[in-house]
């Protein structure tokens, strides 16, 4: 090979490896990821092409039974199993399809990628100080009372510092009787609030819902994590299950069930 060849082989080579790198790791990063994510019994969601689906349950039944899902409990994790949904529910079974009990709250998912759920703790919430402020900027009484007034604090966007998480409600109350039903959350990050989800309406029998963050899971390997936040409707009605992103200033809602 003449040395002339010799360089232009080079040439070619560094301009494919520096191509590769540019558009095809960012490909890889961006465009190939698929998800499908089962949270709880009464929601899957299936991430393709960049968008979201929320699958229902029909189609559950026939194109996801028996297949191969990472588990987890209570975002702990519980093991590889396959799972089938029958009445409602979903089962695991293990490589030699035998059921295996689960307890706590399921969350799994199937992808090309590994999906981050992190553990946190949910703590009843006794500093009101920021409670106050969003009841007055929402023109409800800072002396409502409440059924749940709890705080998680969780790095969200992977800068070292956590978060808090606010999580309010009055719905379902038993001992007293609010004219207007509250669901407020909120994150707060360096003194500043962060609204996600706010439901306000006028009280009748057994409306409203009583919220609670889910899970911390990072959906797009980033780093930065999404959120699961479930709220909880009164009787036989299925709970709403919400998947939030922090977009900069604000929460994205990605989908919901509802
Ligand atoms: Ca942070
Ligand atoms: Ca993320």
């Known amino acids: 090979m003449s040395s002339r060849y010799k360089v232009i082989t080079i040439i070619l080579v560094v301009y494919l490896v520096v191509f590769f790198l540019i558009y095809g790791l960012s490909n890889i990063k961006n465009g190939q990821r698929d998800l499908t994510l089962l949270v709880g019994d009464n929601t899957v969601w299936d991430y393709s ?3 979201w689906l929320n699958i229902t349950r029909e ?3 026939d194109s996801l039974n028996w297949q191969e899902y990472k588990v987890f409990l209570d975002n702990k994790y519980f093991g590889e199993y396959s799972m089938w949904y029958d009445d409602n529910k ?10 295996v009990k689960m307890e706590g709250e399921l969350i799994a998912y199937k992808a090309n990628y590994d999906l981050k759920i992190k553990e946190f703790e949910t703590k009843e919430n006794n500093n009101n100080t920021y409670v106050h402020q969003v009841l007055k900027d929402n023109n409800l ?16 966007d992977d800068d070292g510092v956590e978060e808090q998480f606010y999580v309010i409600s009055n719905a379902f109350a038993s001992d ?5 039903i509250f669901s407020i959350v909120f994150m707060v990050k360096e003194e500043k609030v962060y609204s996600m989800y706010t439901n306000i309406e006028k009280a009748n029998y057994g409306n409203g819902c009583k919220p609670y963050i889910r899970t911390f899971l990072d959906i797009n390997d980033d780093d930065k994590h999404e959120l699961i936040l479930t709220c909880a409707k009164y009787s036989v009605q299925e709970p709403e299950d919400m998947l939030f992103q922090l977009n900069k200033e604000k929460f994205d809602l990605l989908i919901s069930n509802q």
């Open 90 to 99: 979903w089962y695991a079974f293990n490589s030699n399809k035998t059921a």
């Open 141 to 156: 009484s800072t002396s409502s009372q409440m059924t749940v007034n709890n705080v998680v604090n969780f790095d969200i």
């Open 59 to 61: 189609e559950t039944l």
């Open 176 to 180: 007293f009787y609010p004219d207007t």
């Open 49 to 51: 092409n960049k968008s």
